[in-house]
């Protein structure tokens, strides 16, 4: 190919090598121009869960844009939006009884602030500050930073980020301080919402908590009459063993955020749930308490189309029982790689398994991240280590074969990387 005009996401051009060329996408394998296949064990950023191309999503793609394409989403409606919307309210867990159509996981997270700060005012309550958790990831635009951690990501956007009151990450032994400053944080019921990723961090390195930690940080929420937002747009769609996560705690949030899987990873959909309460906030005589919200494409007919074939699979075929059979192997890899002491910190929750390597330098800017990713791809791996830590997230296809030559690259592209 020509020299490249695409100016690519997270990446340092002067330093990287040139991107691969995909020619097409198949269950667990991206196909290069090059006639190589590559294992997709990060599921291509997380977002595809049953695997690359599922036939019936793809039907469903191609039947649907027989039909509607973009079309105005205020004054009209149309059957997938109306059908995925109710679909959507089934299946989450119990009270978020509406759906507001984003079109990417970091919008999803900027309407939930939306509303929670909209219900509060036309509320006339003075609540406009958001409690965080350390360590948080929600999105690259300006209002998910703002909720995020701080780092090299968005140093120079600082100036535009907002402030929010951040609780410690619940690491082992630190549950009750993190407990303890939501109360804090929420008694003064200054806080609009307190907004969280549940069970599982994603971007701030696949670090897990005790479902009864996010039971315990919602009854404290619950106690303030704080919203209470779960983003599950990494975690939603069966990646911690649960279609949600949420319902490993027994929660029901107020708000729920979901993308990334809930079109299987096909095309770009995401979704905004609310409960009665939130939406009731804005219902009113009052045209200015609407929610001021949307994009061109909200509820895409044909994302929406996706989106209900993936809840067809979900129910026709034994997801659950794939993403158990995964968790089990998982589990059991990821704690042998431990005994190496090259490794610590072994850890998992559903299909996402991640290891830390001892290295000089840790964090995301550690050196042994893309030399990592290199050696992997030189063994047509897919893997995109966060820094210093190696993390597994495969689509739900992959067989146990697969999964095992994942398992045995580890150590083995580790041993490559620090031989050189
Ligand atoms: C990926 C992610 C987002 C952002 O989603 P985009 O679709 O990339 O905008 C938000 N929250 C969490 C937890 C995520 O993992």
């Known amino acids: 190919m020509s020299r490249s005009c695409v100016w690519r996401p997270f990446t340092q051009h002067a330093v990287e090598p040139p991107a691969l060329e995909v020619i097409r996408t198949d269950g667990a394998y991206l196909e290069l121009s090059d006639g190589r296949r590559v294992l997709d064990a990060i599921s291509s950023w997380w977002v595809t869960t049953h695997g690359h191309r599922h036939p019936r999503i793809v039907d469903a793609i191609r039947t649907a844009a027989e039909q509607l394409d973009q079309l105005i989403f205020a004054g009209f409606t149309h059957e997938p939006a109306e059908r995925l919307a109710a679909e959507l309210v089934g299946l989450a867990p119990p009270g978020l009884d509406y759906v507001f159509y984003a079109d990417s996981g970091s919008t999803s997270v900027e309407v939930a602030l939306k509303m929670a700060l909209g219900a509060a005012r036309n509320r006339g309550e ?166 001021f919200h949307s994009s ?76 990592l990713r290199a050696e992997f791809l030189r063994r047509d791996l897919l893997l995109r280590p966060l820094g210093n830590v190696v993390y597994v997230m495969p689509p739900y296809c992959m067989t146990a074969d697969e999964l095992d030559s994942i398992y045995d690259a580890i150590p083995a592209a580790v041993s490559a990387v620090t031989r050189l």
């Open 126 to 291: 003075r609540r406009d500050r958001i409690v965080v958790m350390e360590h948080s990831y929600h999105g690259d635009t300006v209002g998910a930073m703002s909720v995020g951690a701080r780092g090299v990501f968005n140093a120079a956007y600082e100036p535009l980020l907002f402030n929010v009151d951040t609780i410690p990450f619940p690491g082992p032994g630190r549950e009750q301080d993190t407990l303890d400053a939501l109360e804090t944080f929420t008694r003064d019921r200054r806080a609009a919402a307190f907004l969280v990723e549940p069970l599982v961090l994603g971007a701030g390195g696949m670090l897990t908590y005790a479902p009864r930690v996010l039971t315990e940080l919602r009854r404290i929420a619950a106690g303030t009459d704080t919203l209470f937002v779960a983003d599950e747009v990494m975690t939603g769609w069966g990646r911690t063993g649960t279609l949600f996560a949420c319902e490993q705690a027994g929660v029901a949030p107020d708000i729920l955020c979901t993308g990334k899987g809930v079109t299987g990873g096909s095309v770009p959909l995401a979704a905004t749930l609310a409960s009665a309460e939130v939406f009731d906030a804005h219902y009113s005589a009052d045209r200015s308490h609407a929610l």
């Open 296 to 371: 061109s494409y909200t509820a895409n007919p044909i994302a929406c189309a996706a989106a209900l074939a993936n809840v067809e699979v979900w129910r026709t075929e034994p997801v659950l029982d794939r993403i158990a059979r995964l968790a089990e192997a998982q589990s059991r890899q990821v704690e042998a790689l431990a005994f190496d002491p090259r490794f610590s910190t072994p850890r998992a929750c559903g299909t996402i398994a991640a290891v830390d390597v001892r290295a000089p330098t840790v964090g995301y800017l550690a050196e042994i991240g893309p030399k």
